[in-house]
């Protein structure tokens, strides 16, 4: 198969790919790391390799987007496994379970084809999932391998005691550390997003400071609370990499409460980033939990390589190597 870029903006091989022949960014950097993907007659195997204007694009063995589908071969690293729990690497465009409108192999297809033992108690499109990441977010999770021990991640999950520290790549530096504390809802204009509610008008009649205490204007609305920390600034000064450390466990959380304050995560398009396309730069970093014989444990889960490119072009790598091998010194889990 071949393909001409036309367009006078650089753009990156993967993405061009996974637009053009309609697959999943992951399939498209499987195909670049097979040695599968020729610019200009000479083989392409790194995933940032840009294109520009008129650049000629060979694609050997493959026939169309089914073909891609059906041969996909996900890799997966297991960062730590006993008879109870799986921990891994999710990599990003992969969802965690499978829903009608998904056409591709899902996090649960995944485990069921590798015959990884999974709690059922979710149900059957949901075996061993305990908690779930954003089809694009990459990082940390934990899979449960029976019923006694998915009870028992999924208390910790509601008591705060198990937990994630996730870091993002924002477009806009924050002024300071920050905690956002509101209701979060569906947004009425777009269903796919959920946004922050305003409380009653009678709100201050209510003798209480605190939020969880106050009435929503969305009865569906539900209470949210997360940590922002300033971590490293780019080069340019106008980007920033932070850490999110979140208290309750909504739908988009880290997403919506960035744009309730006007800060957007590069390649987040739908909750209002304006800018260079890419995936979104939201990673999972450290997990942290009690296991049910070990006690404490915690697990941190590498970065992907469209991150680290990322962070390339527009960080000092150096200093993003200090300050990620210093999160667990600063944060007490």
């Not at 007659?41 to 008129?54: C, F, P, T």
Request: proline residues 2%; glycine residues 4%; contains cysteine.
């Amino acid at each position: 198969m071949r393909l001409i870029y036309k367009d006078d903006l650089k753009t990156r091989l993967d993405i061009f790919l996974s637009k053009e022949l309609n697959i999943s960014r992951s399939q498209a950097l499987n195909l670049i790391k097979k040695n599968l993907v020729k610019v200009n007659d000479k083989i392409v195997n790194k995933s940032g390799a840009e294109l520009k204007n008129s650049d000629l694009i060979e694609i050997s063995k493959v026939e169309s987007s089914d073909t891609l589908e059906k041969k996909s071969d996900i890799y997966i690293q297991r960062i730590y496994e006993d008879d109870d729990i799986l921990v891994i690497n999710k990599p990003p465009f992969l969802a965690t379970h499978g829903a009608a409108s998904l056409k591709e192999e899902s996090l649960v297809d995944w485990l069921k084809t590798h015959r990884i033992q999974l709690s059922n108690i979710a149900g059957e499109k949901k075996e061993g999932i305990v908690h779930r990441l954003d089809k694009q977010t990459s990082g940390a999770m934990v899979i449960a391998k029976n019923n006694a021990t998915h009870s028992f991640l999924s208390e910790q999950l509601r008591s705060r005691q198990m937990g994630r520290l996730y870091i993002a790549i924002i477009d806009l530096v924050l002024k300071e550390d920050i905690e956002i504390e509101c209701y979060l809802a569906r947004n009425p204009k777009n269903r796919l997003k959920f946004s922050k509610c305003n409380l009653k008008a009678n709100a201050s009649d209510i003798k209480t400071n605190d939020i969880k205490f106050l009435m929503p204007q969305n009865s569906s609305a539900r209470y949210s609370k997360s940590n922002f920390y300033k971590i490293l600034l780019s080069n340019d000064l106008k980007k920033e990499l932070i850490l999110a450390k979140l208290s309750t466990g909504r739908t988009h959380q880290i997403r919506a409460h960035l744009e309730s304050i006007n800060r957007h995560i590069i390649g987040d398009n739908l909750y209002g980033y304006n800018g260079e396309e890419y995936r979104i730069m939201l990673h999972s970093y450290i997990l942290y939990l009690q296991h049910p014989k070990l006690g404490k444990m915690s697990f941190q889960a590498r970065l992907f390589d469209d991150m680290n490119f990322y962070l390339e072009k527009y960080f000092n790598m150096e200093s993003v190597n200090e300050v990620l091998a210093d999160i667990s010194n600063r944060f007490v889990f």
